[in-house]
């Protein structure tokens, strides 16, 4: 079992920049930032996969050149660096892990996820 606790959270003007971190309990092979705005379903940001030294990196279209998703060389942190932030990046961001290598941004492949930290951007 893993458990993974994300901080970083907080409230920010439109283009300013926040950075979230997830500490997980154990190492897993994907790991990935998932968002939920109220009413709205769950929707999967980026992941990065933490086999070998580089490993890969997948962004959603919507954050793709404003967010960069990143993790320690021990594979037991996750960093997602927030900039340019819009409106619409108001959500609650959660932190989410798999043991499978195979990464995705759909939220049903993942078994880990942490509580999720508030994200509200202000117009």
């Known amino acids: 079992q893993v458990q993974l606790v994300e901080s970083g959270g907080g409230s920010v003007q439109a283009g300013g920049s926040l950075r979230l971190s997830c500490a997980a309990s154990?190492?897993?092979?994907?790991m990935a930032w998932f968002r939920q705005a109220p009413g709205k379903e769950r929707e999967g940001v980026a992941y990065?996969?933490?086999?070998?030294?580089?490993?890969?990196?997948m962004y959603a279209d919507s954050v793709e050149g404003r967010f960069t998703i990143s993790r320690d060389n021990a594979k037991t942190t996750l960093n997602l660096q927030m900039n340019s932030l819009k409106p619409e990046d108001t959500a609650k961001y959660y932190c989410?892990?798999?043991?499978?290598?195979?990464?995705?941004?759909?939220?049903?492949?993942?078994?880990?996820w942490g509580q999720g930290t508030q994200v509200t951007v202000s117009s």
């Open positions: 990065v996969t933490t086999r070998g030294m580089r490993g890969t990196t």
């Open positions: 154990g190492v897993t092979y994907c």
């Open positions: 989410a892990a798999r043991m499978d290598d195979v990464c995705s941004l759909d939220q049903s492949d993942y078994e880990y």
